[in-house]
């Protein structure tokens, strides 16, 4: 426990676990070393953890997700591990610095946006909480990608994550698994059926620890990687000259585990990502049942009936769906089960979560595709969509003119698919989404018709974030003046401590400790603004945050039209107008998918706009824009405690949760948003006065949409005035039409405005006036700051998790 000891131990680990030339000991080689010092503790915990839940077979929980996005592990470890002054005092003894080596380490690249964070803030809850719990998922070699703005844009390039090794990683050798691919369907004589033939590939695992805050518990991530055997490799035919065809399978393993989500425009991408997703479920899925009978091996004789009793699955988005005719077919063809047995087994292990109400983002495959990948699968899948259709013709006869949106199966002459979401609530015993808004929805009008059937089953989960990594460890200053005057230290796993923050709302010495935490934070963020993008900020202007996936839903292209027009405006005044401003810092950050032209041609915009307002003496000290580059954890953790304003401002009904801007209000950064996803929960928590709502209802919304088609929309001057700045050429020679011809007109594809930017437009720039009067009121809004972090206390993951386990998977703390 004693610094010099870890010095020691930091030590032993750079001389005998080494990865480098001898003699080295620079903050990389540092880093290494005190990632393997600190494994060290968490292998310890994590093995007696194994053992506990060995001893006590309780329920577990396994959480099968495609996306993972973990962030930087040191300082969250030695953060939960309470150990973080031991370790720094250690290293400073060793000649470096805490901060400089916890730099060193990149972002496991294993996920994309909310999605894959949710997934790993619910691993740290779930070892918080001692559950006992596991997540599944693949270990990709080069992530989502790397994201780099030069003049054309963003450009990608692959994640290198994974380039030297990562010292979180055990990789489990005796832990193997075969996966099949293609092949054909074998009848027996007893008419069981067996899959065979096709090219098999092996799963192999490898664990990374996940430890609970001030807990003894560590839980696992397991990560499958797919590979080939020695067997599999053709020495003749290489030895002939015939390289590549000789290590065939070999290349087409290392393809499934490369990247993720591989591009889907052609037939060979397609299949790429079914692979990925089969892969996943069925490693996972062997590995669930080879434990569940290694448990009852020792018990005498046991059912599989009781196989729901110890193992809950929840599927995270339709991704993993396959899970569901992959444990039918298990237990029908290895372990021998009618139908009907496996049926009721498979029921009551499974749930879905849905992440969306989007039509394209509701995974739909082609059944050829399927067929030929998975001819077992598709058996299963038709035989569900069979049964399905008879239990409703003999029970629910009213809803036979709704069965051909109902059915699994679309059995579309042109375009016959598997509708992944609906085999996910026809198979699931619960189904939940992740936002009261959003479940709603799901309840009213995607999901209606099942609801009449299955009115139980459909749940919602308000999800959360962890505060230890999103409070706790980010923002330390802010952390520490929290707990100094709740008097407690408790509010880190207990977050509606949080609530005592309002009596000292209006009190003067709280509120100035309160500004210089946040100043503190901002003057971090700009040196890191300066450092990556080379752009000087002052940290004594408003900073005003919008950071998440760019995706014309999320409106980025509402955020940088705002910003063109108040440039505009203030090019247009006297200086001595411009001095009575709020001067703002925007930042906008996010990865736009490879082949999303439209979310690519907004990066460019917001690069563009910010080449000139920032280079503009006349403006640039009331205003700068700013592009943030390859947006991840890590870039979050330094952006959200800066940041005192953040835009949330989807189209409502769009986002099904949103879960940055519960990591914004938790920072004290106040909201500026849409009456979407979890922004109505979060304005009833902290007062609708301490919020800037604006923009349409999702109720409202179709009605605006025909409206529009109906020709019946008068735009406002103003957006008419930010559209016409940028075809005037004034950011440049880029051809913006396109993007811009994508608000214009009534109706059509790529036309119309869908998502309602121009009717917003005039409510948002009120509500951004609002906000500049605001601001001007210093103690105004620190009040209104530390209100938005006294009513976070109900977005905490522990909470959601807490939730899941007792209403969805019915298990307890071990």
């Known amino acids: ?49 194994f053992l506990h839940y060995h001893k006590v077979d309780p329920k577990q929980t396994y959480y099968l997700s495609m996306e993972y996005l973990q962030g930087r592990a040191l300082t969250n470890a030695i953060g939960n591990l309470d150990i973080q002054n031991a370790y720094a005092e250690a290293l400073n003894k060793l000649g470096h610095e805490l901060e400089e080596i916890a730099e060193q380490e990149k972002d496991a690249a294993l996920g994309n946006g909310g999605l894959g964070r949710l997934a790993s803030c619910f691993l740290d809850s779930m070892a918080t909480l001692n559950l006992p719990a596991w997540g599944y998922g693949l270990r990709y070699r080069y992530g989502l990608f790397k994201q780099l703005i030069t003049k054309q844009g963003q450009e990608e390039i692959a ?38 033939g096709g090219e098999v590939v092996q799963a192999l695992a490898y664990d990374v620890p996940i430890p609970g805050y001030k807990t003894k518990n560590t839980i696992s991530l397991r990560l499958w990687e797919a590979k080939a055997r020695a067997e599999d490799f053709n020495l003749f035919q290489f030895n002939d000259g015939q390289y590549e065809s000789a290590a065939q399978l070999h290349s087409r393993a290392q393809q499934i585990c490369a990247v993720l989500y591989p591009g889907d425009a052609t037939e060979d991408g397609k299949l790429l990502r079914l692979k990925q997703q089969f892969f996943l479920c069925s490693a996972s899925l062997q590995d669930i ?74 995974e739909k495959w082609s059944q050829p595709v399927m067929w030929k990948l998975l001819p077992r699968h598709m058996e299963i899948i038709e035989e569900i969509d069979k049964r399905f259709l008879a239990m409703i013709n003999a029970t629910r006869p009213d809803l036979e003119h709704k069965l ?22 026809v198979s699931a015993h619960t189904v939940n989404g992740v936002a009261q808004l959003h479940s709603d929805i799901l309840k009213a009008e995607l999901f209606a018709d099942y609801v009449s059937i299955w009115p139980t089953k459909f749940q919602n989960k308000t999800n959360g974030i962890t505060p230890r990594r999103w409070l706790r460890f980010c923002s330390p200053e802010l952390s520490n003046i929290i707990t100094k005057w709740l008097k407690t230290d ?57 950071v998440k996936r760019i ?71 009331y205003l ?20 005192e304003l953040s835009q949330h401002i989807s189209t409502a009904g769009m986002e099904a949760s949103g879960t940055s801007n519960m990591k914004f209000a938790l920072n004290g950064c106040l909201i500026i948003g849409t009456l979407d996803g979890a922004n109505v929960e979060i304005r009833e928590e902290i007062g609708e006065e301490n919020f800037f709502l604006f923009g349409a209802r999702a109720d409202e919304v179709p009605q605006l949409r025909k409206d529009r088609e109906n020709g019946l929309f008068k735009p406002d001057p103003r957006f008419e005035e930010a559209k016409q700045f940028i075809r005037s050429g004034a950011f440049g020679s880029y051809d913006y039409n396109p993007l811009l011809d994508s608000l214009e007109g009534n109706s059509g594809y790529g036309r119309g405005d869908y998502f309602l930017v121009g009717h917003d ?52 703390e071990c």
Request: proline share 5%.
């Open 289 to 362: 049942i080879l434990r569940f009978k290694e448990r009852r091996s020792g018990k005498g004789s046991w059912k599989w009936s009781e196989f729901p009793s110890k193992v809950a699955v929840q599927l995270n988005d339709t991704h993993p769906t396959l899970a569901i005719p992959e444990l039918m077919r298990l237990l029908m063809d290895d372990e021998r089960l009618g139908w009907d047995e496996a049926w009721d087994v498979t029921t009551r292990t499974i749930a879905y979560t849905n992440h969306t109400v989007l039509p394209e983002a509701l």
């Open 159 to 196: 994640e290198d994550w994974l380039e030297k090794f990562s010292p979180w990683e055990v990789v489990r050798h005796d832990i193997v698994f075969p996966v099949r691919f293609f092949g054909s369907i074998e009848i027996n004589p007893d008419g069981s059926r067996k899959w065979v």
């Open 551 to 621: 995706h014309e839903y999320k409106r980025q292209l509402l955020n940088i039209l705002g910003a063109i027009y108040r440039y505009k405006k203030l090019k247009e005044m006297s200086p001595e107008l411009r001095k009575n401003t709020t001067s703002r810092t925007i930042m906008i950050g996010g990865k736009a998918f490879a082949t999303y032209t439209n979310a690519k041609r907004i990066v460019k915009l917001v690069n563009d706009v910010g080449a000139v307002v920032n280079n503009d003496p006349e403006v640039n000290s």
């Open 490 to 546: 408790q509010w880190v796993t207990n977050l509606d401590l949080l609530s005592g923050l309002r009596e000292f709302a209006d009190n003067a010495d709280f509120q100035d400790e309160w500004a210089s935490a946040k100043m503190a934070n901002k003057q971090r963020l700009a040196q890191y603004i300066l450092r990556v993008t080379g752009v000087s900020i002052n940290p004594n202007s408003l900073f005003d945050i919008q």
């Open 404 to 425: 051909p949106t109902m059915r699994v199966l679309d059995h579309n002459p042109q375009k016959p698919v598997v509708r992944m979401a609906n085999l996910c609530v």
């Open 761 to 812: 437009f005039p409510d948002y720039m009120d509500a951004q006036a609002r906000v500049d009067e605001a601001y001007k009121d210093r103690k105004k809004w620190l009040k209104m700051s530390i209100l938005s972090t006294a009513g976070s206390g109900k977005f905490s993951s522990d909470r959601t998790i807490a939730q899941y386990a007792k209403e969805i998977w019915n298990i307890e």
């Open 624 to 643: 700068k824009v700013v592009f943030v580059p390859n947006y991840n954890v890590s870039v979050a953790e330094m952006l959200i405690p800066g940041s």
């Open 1 to 49: 426990e004693q610094p010099s000891e870890i010095a020691s131990n930091i030590n032993y680990h750079a001389q005998f676990s080494p990865h480098f030339s001898p003699f080295k000991f620079e903050p990389e080689q540092a880093f290494f070393a005190t990632a393997e010092s600190v494994r060290d503790r968490l292998v310890k915990q994590w093995n007696e953890t």
